[in-house]
């Protein structure tokens, strides 16, 4: 049986300290790249790398989940009363537009990327 060909063919080699060796191991390691190879690549060829937590969007949710309990509140008051007031609708109205523009920063933030 021949030999499969590669699709890359081409190898590059080069010296590194053992700091370089750390620091790259690290960076590596924090983009959560699979192979050193992977990763070098990226760096070399000038892809941007970028690292997402889920931090942001936990916060997020906690706030759209705040939110949510905001307007139930409400709706549970109108339900009770039989009667929609102007300020519950505003209220309501003040809430969703929060939110909107929760979802359009984050989103916002994301398509920067």
């Not at 063919?9 to 080069?14: D, N, S, T």
Request: hydrophobic letters at 35%; proline letters at 1%; glycine letters at 4%.
């Amino acid at each position: 049986m021949g030999k499969e060909k590669r699709y890359r063919e081409k190898q590059l080699k080069f010296r590194v300290t053992d700091q370089e060796l750390a620091t790259i191991k690290k960076r590596k390691e924090m983009m959560n790249f699979k192979s050193m190879e992977q990763y070098l690549r990226r760096v070399a060829c000038g892809a941007p790398l970028y690292t997402i937590t889920t931090k942001s969007i936990d916060n997020i949710a906690s706030d759209v989940s705040g939110i949510s309990r905001n307007i139930n509140q409400i709706v549970k008051r109108i339900n009770a009363s039989g009667t929609a007031y102007t300020e519950d609708l505003r209220q309501i109205k003040a809430e969703q537009n929060r939110l909107t523009e929760m979802i359009k920063q984050a989103f916002g933030s994301l398509l920067k990327i």
